[in-house]
C-alpha cells in the first residue's frame, strides 16, 4: 500500500505546523553549526503579513517544509526536506532562495 502524500498550507503560525516544521528543521541542520532556526523565531515569521508554511506529510510523519513571505519587492522561500528510508532520516537537504 502507497503512503499517503499531504500538502497544507498556513498562513499564520499554526502550532502543529510549527512543531512539524522544527522536526525537520531540526534534523536538517547539525546543530554544532547553529545554524538552524528556534521554533520562536519561526513563529514570530509567520506573523509577517505576506508569510506562508507548506508542510509536507507522508502518513502523518513530516518530510519537509517551506516557508516563503512576499515582502514588497521581493519573495523569499525557505525549503527543507528530509530523504528517509523506513523510518529512520538518511540524509536531509535545504535550500534558501530569493527572487
Known amino acids: 500500500m502507497m503512503p499517503n502524500l499531504f500538502f ?3 498562513d ?3 502550532r ?5 516544521a522544527m ?4 534534523a536538517a541542520f547539525d546543530p554544532v553549526f547553529g545554524e538552524a532556526w528556534t521554533a520562536a523565531q519561526l513563529s514570530g ?3 509577517m ?5 507548506t508542510v509536507v506529510r507522508i502518513d ?3 518530510l ?3 516557508w516563503c513571505d512576499q515582502y514588497w519587492m521581493n519573495a523569499n522561500c525557505y525549503c527543507s526536506r528530509l530523504i528517509r528510508c523506513g523510518a529512520d532520516v538518511v540524509s536531509a537537504k535545504h535550500c534558501c532562495a530569493t527572487v
Open 23 to 26: 522536526t525537520v528543521m531540526e
Open 49 to 53: 503579513p505576506g508569510t506562508w508554511l
Open 60 to 62: 502523518a510523519a513530516p
Open 16 to 20: 502543529n505546523a510549527i512543531a512539524d
Open 12 to 14: 499564520e503560525g499554526e
Open 45 to 47: 515569521v509567520m506573523m
Open 64 to 66: 519537509g517544509f517551506a
Open 8 to 10: 497544507d498550507t498556513y
